[in-house]
């Protein structure tokens, strides 16, 4: 038996199961207060049983340590709950009937504000879906509801991974958002539809963008999602997540201070289920390098080494992106409303700016993540001025990398975070035609990440927000056309695992208290539906946690 604190007694205890610990199997766990206190064998660790400690026959199940999500997003699964749903519409009239459902329970003059049309969660072929096989114009919403404006949302690109976009708004919402025949579209990636007989707009906007810009910027009039929406949806976001053992998140795409104030108010409620680790989405005011790096200078100083917070919430780094285009500019005009993303939209910069922004974060230890693949290259030129070594900064997104990139990633010291369902199993065969099948190797490459000694951390994106899609994606590299993809780079069962667990811990530097199990560390754990080792292979995906631990407390029981 491993004992961690031998005079405290256990408040849980975990009998007859299969726990998989740091240094291999167990039958049984103490837990106390928030901490693994001991590992052994049932009849051991029954004996420290007390008569207040809870007893849990875990009747052969296995245990796993919570899972950590290196870029989850989490804020975004209960906001798709907040919006009336559409989905099971088949025709424009079910469309209709729909709204008009809605439009009976509110005021005149009041918004109408409903989540896409098409089937949740990726919205998959919409009009495949509607007998018309077009999408419902202005007038046919304002049969509906005739007497409130009405908006239909687009999407959230990443959601499908495929464009274009499509949002709705009927006659009442056109003239409160100042829309009418002389509308010009503020950029090309957007189109304004319009009656091809009197040139009048017909409700419908089409836009190129995965991360819409209508909403923010056209119909900015139609209502955003109230602080108190998002400190609801949080809760229950965190509720999913416990759902399929996930017990913290790393938030590396930055938090908009809308979200940062949600988590606030559930951490102050005592609703968080969920540890939460983020990096800073700042809302840069100029993209002068000098006025960014003055802004640093004056309030980065608390961005340091391991922030501000504490194991529950905390804040540490910033994140950055290359982006001048008009899109960025649209999206940051209405600051400080952020939709879908979570994140502030002006956090990304021209390329001086963020160079000369990223160099100052490097001379002071502020850690900088980057999810796009040009960010590698820019991370390299900072630390040619100021070294990265052992600050771990984060690339995400990992999409694909050559052999001299995955030696450049090493040598820098970064971890990596993976988004395998958008890049092997959405779009794996895709970019083997793209690179050749002689490079395919390079697509997202877990095994030669894996032997360069790169910490690797697997990121949901929320789509979906099971890790354990992630888990069977890196063990069984085949794509959603049943393609197999780089079989070479797949990796065992049990380094999966640690991805998803201790990966992610090592992104915020807690190896030692988090991400596996141990005498000693958090009691985070999941006990789980199925055995993610020996479970046929294409059940990995549908494993779900029955039994949830957080901080030693039970936050979801199945």
């Not at 990726?122 to 077009?134: F, K, T």
């Not at 007497?147 to 999407?155: A, E, G, L, W």
């Not at 930055?254 to 559930?266: K, N, P, T």
């Not at 005011?285 to 501000?308: K, N, V």
């Amino acid at each position: 038996m491993t004992i961690a604190f031998p005079t405290c007694s256990p408040t849980i205890v975990l009998l007859n199961g299969r726990i998989l610990g740091e240094d291999g199997i167990h039958e049984a766990m103490a837990i106390a207060g928030s901490r693994i206190a001991a590992l052994g064998k049932s009849e051991t660790i029954a004996a420290l049983a007390e008569t207040e400690t809870q007893v849990i026959d875990l009747a052969g199940r296995t245990v796993v340590p919570g899972l950590i999500d290196g870029h989850a997003h989490m804020d975004r699964e209960g906001l798709k709950s907040t919006l009336p749903s559409l989905a099971g519409a088949r025709s424009i009239e079910d469309i209709v009937e729909k709204i008009a459902a809605i439009a009976r329970d509110k005021k005149p003059g009041e918004w109408i504000v409903t989540m896409p049309i098409g089937e949740p969660p990726s919205y998959e072929d919409v009009l495949s879906g509607i007998a018309e096989n077009r999408f419902p114009n202005r007038w046919d919403l304002d049969r509906a509801a005739p007497d409130n404006p009405v908006y239909i949302r687009s999407i959230w690109g990443y959601w499908r991974s495929t464009l274009p976009l499509v949002s709705i708004a009927n006659s009442a919402a056109l003239r409160l958002a100042g829309i009418d025949a002389a509308t010009v579209a503020p950029t090309s990636s957007i189109e304004i539809c319009r009656d091809e007989a009197t040139g009048e707009p017909n409700g419908i906007f089409i836009e190129t963008n995965k991360m819409p810009v209508v909403e923010l910027s056209l119909m900015r009039q139609a209502p955003h999602f109230t602080p108190a929406e998002r400190v609801s949806a949080l809760a229950a976001s965190m509720q999913a997540y416990n759902r399929a053992g996930t017990t913290s998140v790393f938030e590396g795409h930055g938090v908009a201070s809308e979200v940062l104030d949600a988590y606030r108010q559930v951490r102050a409620m005592g609703r968080q289920t969920v540890r939460a680790s983020m990096i800073f989405s700042p809302a840069w005011g100029s993209t002068s390098p000098d006025d960014c790096r003055a802004l640093l200078q004056s309030w980065g100083h608390w961005l340091a080494g391991r922030g501000l917070g504490d194991e529950w919430l905390g804040m540490a780094g910033l994140y950055g992106e290359i982006d001048n285009s008009v899109e960025r500019d649209l999206r940051s005009a209405a600051f400080p409303q952020t939709g879908w993303a979570g994140f502030h939209y002006n956090s990304s910069l021209p390329r001086d700016a963020l160079k000369t922004v990223l160099v100052e974060a490097a001379r002071n230890g502020i850690r900088a993540v980057g999810i796009l693949p040009n960010m590698l290259d820019l991370f390299a030129e900072v630390d040619q001025i100021a070294p990265l070594s052992d600050q771990r900064w984060v690339l995400g997104h990992i999409v694909s990398l050559t052999p001299d990139q995955i030696r450049q990633v090493a040598d820098l010291g970064l971890a990596v975070t993976t988004h395998l369902t958008a890049y092997l199993y959405k779009r794996g065969s895709e970019l083997v035609e793209k690179l050749g099948q002689e490079r395919a190797s390079e697509i997202v490459p877990l095994r030669s990440l894996r032997d360069a000694g790169v910490p690797i951390s697997f990121g949901s994106d929320n789509v979906p927000l099971s890790l354990f899609h992630s888990i069977a994606h890196a063990v069984n590299r085949r794509d959603r056309l049943g393609a197999l993809i780089a079989p070479d780079q797949a990796l065992t069962r049990e380094e999966a695992l640690e991805c998803a667990s201790l990966g992610g811990a090592a992104l915020t530097f807690e190896e030692a208290d988090k991400g596996s199990i141990s005498a000693g560390k958090l009691a985070d754990l999941a006990v789980l539906s199925a055995d993610p080792l020996t479970c046929p292979a294409d059940q990995l995906a549908r494993i779900g946690s029955e039994l949830t631990i957080v901080d030693g407390r039970i936050v979801h029981r199945q």
